[in-house]
């Protein structure tokens, strides 16, 4: 079992940056695959990016490539989100989740394991 917490959200202007952290507990953190999600209101949720295992390959999504950078320190269970040039589309809940397999990483229905989630906000 694997627990997720992420952090780091909140109100920023268009332009600006934001780092989100995702803290894991429980499980072995290094056999997962993580991955970063958003949901905004009255939509579904959707990729945003994914790192592998080893931390060598990240996938991102179009939206969000070029802007957002995925990391991952194996040694004290973190994944990370830094997010620049943020724009009002941006805002969402952001999840943070984990995935054994890791033969999807885009795939949020893959993913075996979620944080509660920490809003973003983009004001214009």
């Known amino acids: 079992q694997v627990q997720l917490v992420e952090s780091g959200g909140g109100l920023v202007q268009a332009g600006g940056s934001l780092r989100l952290s995702c803290a894991a507990s429980?499980?072995?953190?290094?056999?997962?695959?993580m991955g970063w999600f958003r949901q905004a209101p009255g939509k579904e949720r959707e990729f945003v990016a994914a790192?592998?295992?080893?931390?060598?390959?990240?996938f991102y999504s179009d939206s969000t490539k070029g802007r957002f950078t995925i990391s991952r320190d194996t040694a004290k269970r973190m994944v990370y989100l830094q997010m620049n040039a943020l724009v009002p589309t941006d805002t969402a809940v952001y999840y943070c989740g984990a995935d054994r397999l890791g033969q999807r990483p885009g795939v949020g229905s893959d993913y075996d394991y979620w944080g509660q989630g920490t809003q973003v906000t983009v004001s214009s």
């Open positions: 429980g499980g072995t953190f290094s056999i997962y695959v």
């Open positions: 790192i592998t295992r080893s931390g060598i390959s990240t």
